[in-house]
């Protein structure tokens, strides 16, 4: 198994600024994901970090705005820029080492943008 | 990947069995199917996972009919704990799609004293 831990878990911040999360995984993984979840609803994901390619952008997701880094095998960042209230969310990381595998997910960071 | 179609809410109480059916009427010959779960403040959680006829780990079984295009998650004897929200997932044994997961809308499980 391996354990996800993100930083930070929750946040305020102002619109118009950006913020960081950081997904550290206790393993090394191929596959990192980032994902978003409102309150109540189910999670949508942003994009693919996985090792040694650039990351892949889901439909209404675009690099400008949520440009993500993996330096290496156990960690990836996912930077909200330029943010307004809709980006106010759950943002969480998850990870799994192959196509069928288990994937793990972080316990998620709580942004809200006022 | 193949759309998953899972009911929105169940009830059910302590001590019973429950079964969660999910559609996945467009699954291709190399998908599988998973369940995950997921508790409020927290990130989804691995239950099960199968690519035909029944899979049984210590926490739920998977059943899954000759023509793959449903599957049951059922969990014996619910407790209040259990109370949460379950999502059934389709997956690509290759890796197609990058590995990703894409979630449905989920079930969510209310269990009553």
């Known amino acids: 198994s391996a354990v996800i831990s993100q930083k930070p878990s929750r946040d305020i911040c102002q619109r118009g600024t950006s913020l960081t999360i950081q997904c550290q995984v206790d393993?090394?993984?191929?596959?990192m994901f980032w994902y978003r979840q409102q309150p109540g609803q189910s999670l949508t994901l942003i994009a693919t970090?996985?090792?040694?390619?650039?990351?892949?952008?889901e439909s209404g997701f675009v690099i400008d705005k949520f440009p993500i880094s993996r330096p290496n095998l156990t960690f990836s960042t996912l930077t909200v820029s330029n943010m307004s209230p809709e980006d106010s969310s759950i943002y969480l990381c998850?990870?799994?080492?192959?196509?069928?595998?288990?994937?793990?997910f972080g316990q998620g960071t709580r942004l809200t943008v006022v | 990947l193949a759309k998953t179609t899972q009911p929105i809410s169940m009830d059910s109480y302590e001590g019973q069995e429950v079964n969660i059916t999910c559609s996945h009427n467009?699954?291709?010959?190399?998908?599988?199917i998973t369940w995950y779960q997921q508790f409020p403040s927290q990130g989804p959680r691995f239950i099960i996972q199968?690519?035909?006829t029944k899979v049984t780990n210590e926490v739920a079984s998977l059943f899954i009919p000759a023509d793959r295009k449903s599957s049951t998650l059922s969990l014996p004897r619910v407790s209040l704990s259990d109370t949460a929200v379950y999502y059934c997932?389709?997956?690509?044994?290759?890796?197609?799609?990058?590995?990703?997961?894409?979630f449905g809308k989920g079930t969510k499980l209310s269990v009553k004293p």
């Open positions: 970090a996985n090792q040694g390619s650039e990351a892949t952008y």
């Open positions: 998850s990870a799994r080492d192959g196509p069928n595998t288990e994937a793990f």
């Open positions: 393993s090394q993984v191929t596959m």
């Open positions: 467009n699954i291709a010959t190399n998908d599988y």
């Open positions: 997932l389709v997956g690509a044994l290759d890796g197609g799609s990058q590995g990703n997961l894409i």
């Open positions: 199968g690519y035909k």
